[in-house]
């Protein structure tokens, strides 16, 4: 059910269908040398999937990555597990006034999870500043809807959907995105700030995971930022 990515590292993909695209969507896991487990972008619950993470440790730390991405599923987790902190993206505290959240997610991590996972926000955009993550042990970097990762593996409207929209065979950001920066300075700094984090795998919310040459070609899906 649970990918281990890397050690201590987890992924669950799972379908999603978006317009009509078969995007998918992944859910990350990252386990801290306590075993407390630290989650971005959770999936609904089902039996299977609750013993599957208190197999892999303590879930304590429920993440989104922004407003928009990652936050349906969150107050499951405050049910099922009684350690669990939520946490809220930029806006979202705003946006899920039926949310308790126990902390804000900033531009620096929190020290409960700053040796192994620190944390960056994606600025500039008109309405969605996303916060990236990146775990330093397996050199990964986890993002939600900034760029996504579409290729061979979807069906055959999502190909010809993401090739219309210039999202297809690598890391890209999406259109809208580029389109609506309010700040293109902001955001070049943003991406030059996680480009200072020394990663060599990619973990898309929509998409594949890339392996190969991933630092480049993040660089690269971002080089209309000047
Ligand atoms: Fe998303």
Same mark, same amino acid.
């Given at each position: 059910m649970f990918t281990e990515v890397a050690p201590e590292l987890f992924v669950l993909s799972e379908p999603l269908s978006f317009y009509g695209f078969q995007i998918g969507r992944n859910m990350v896991v990252v386990r801290l040398p306590n075993d407390d487990l630290f989650v971005n972008s959770p999936a609904k619950l089902t039996q299977e999937r609750v013993e599957a993470l208190n197999d892999l440790g303590s879930v304590r730390y429920v993440t989104p990555s922004?407003?928009? @991405? /990652? @936050?349906? @599923?969150m107050e499951e987790y405050k049910r099922v597990f009684p350690d669990a902190e939520l946490f809220a993206a930029p806006g979202l505290d705003r946006r899920r006034t039926d949310l308790v959240f126990d902390g804000l997610l900033g531009s620096a991590p929190d020290s409960r999870w700053a040796g192994v996972v620190d944390q960056a926000p994606f600025l500039g955009h008109w309405w969605l500043t996303e916060i990236e993550f990146f775990h330093r042990p397996s050199k990964t970097l986890i993002v939600g809807d900034i760029c996504y990762n579409l290729g061979p593996e979807t069906p055959l409207k999502t190909r010809l959907g993401m090739r219309l929209l210039g999202?297809? /065979?690598?890391i890209t950001v999406p259109r809208d995105i580029r389109y609506t920066m309010k700040n293109e300075t902001a955001g070049r700094q943003s991406v030059d700030r996680i480009l200072e984090w020394e990663f060599e795998r990619v973990i898309v919310g929509h998409g594949r995971i890339a392996e190969r040459d991933a630092k480049r070609r993040f660089r690269d899906a971002f080089d209309w930022l000047h």
């Open positions: 922004s407003k928009l @991405h /990652g @936050h349906a @599923h999202m297809y /065979g690598d």
